[in-house]
């Protein structure tokens, strides 16, 4: 049954602490996504990853890293830098085979609560 | 800058009529624009897609039309159900932009409310 999963589905953390969120795809897809919703906003692409071993950063990258040792993961880190951490966050996967193919497929999500 | 906008917040329809959402976008160099739908507290759930050398592309009861000379797209759900309530997000993607491809510009939503 393939897929992408995110854990936890609820995550708490203190003020000043990192934390990193998991995400797994076994689709055998190229290219992974994290991306950031606020409540009102639409999603906000935080960083993305076509290989192993590379990433770029999205639109609003500070505060937050990954890292892509393998092509089914792709965890992301959001440290005591990042401003307002709290939010829902979202993986996404996709093939990287001709535009049409490049629909990205979703996790079911992260709640990050800073407390 | 939003290169993607869906100036509607929200959409009130009875079942069984249609729901049309809009989206509009200023990129000309987009080539590729999907739609999807958002339950609370979930990921959002690809619907359709559509490539800009088609103008409309149908999947049951979801068809997207695409206008290029006016930068806009629309979805329309036909007849609409109380299970299609949801947000619902365009999306739009273009090769050419970033010199690579998947990258994806998002709307804000449109909340649709389907009344029984």
């Known amino acids: 049954d393939g897929g992408i999963t995110q854990s936890p589905k609820y995550l708490f953390r203190k003020e000043g602490q990192n934390v990193t969120l998991s995400c797994e795809q076994n689709?055998?897809?190229?290219?992974m996504y994290w991306y950031r919703q606020d409540p009102g906003q639409g999603l906000r692409l935080i960083y993305y990853?076509?290989?192993?071993?590379?990433?770029q950063k999205g639109d609003i990258a500070e505060g937050y890293s990954v890292s892509r040792e393998k092509k089914e993961s792709f965890p992301l880190t959001v440290t005591s830098a990042q401003k307002n951490p709290t939010a829902f966050y979202l993986c996404a996967s996709s093939i990287l085979a001709g535009i049409e193919t490049d629909t990205q497929y979703f996790g079911p999500g992260t709640r990050l609560t800073v407390l | 800058d939003q290169q993607v906008k869906q100036n509607s917040p929200s959409l009130s329809v009875q079942e069984g009529r249609i729901s049309i959402l809009n989206c509009d976008y200023t990129n000309s160099m987009f080539d590729y624009f999907l739609w999807y739908k958002k339950y609370p507290a979930e990921g959002p759930t690809f619907l359709i897609s559509?490539?800009?050398?088609?103008d409309k592309n149908e999947d049951g009861r979801f068809t997207v039309f695409l206008n290029k000379s006016a930068k806009h797209l629309s979805l329309h759900i036909v007849p609409s159900q109380p299970g299609d309530s949801a947000v619902y997000f365009c999306?739009?993607?273009?090769?050419?932009?970033?010199?690579?491809?998947?990258?994806?510009?998002f709307g804000q939503g449109t909340e649709l409310s389907v009344k029984p």
């Open positions: 990853s076509q290989i192993v071993n590379d990433f």
């Open positions: 999306a739009a993607s273009g090769w050419g932009i970033y010199n690579q491809g998947g990258k994806l510009i």
């Open positions: 559509i490539s800009s050398i088609k």
């Open positions: 689709l055998n897809h190229d290219a």
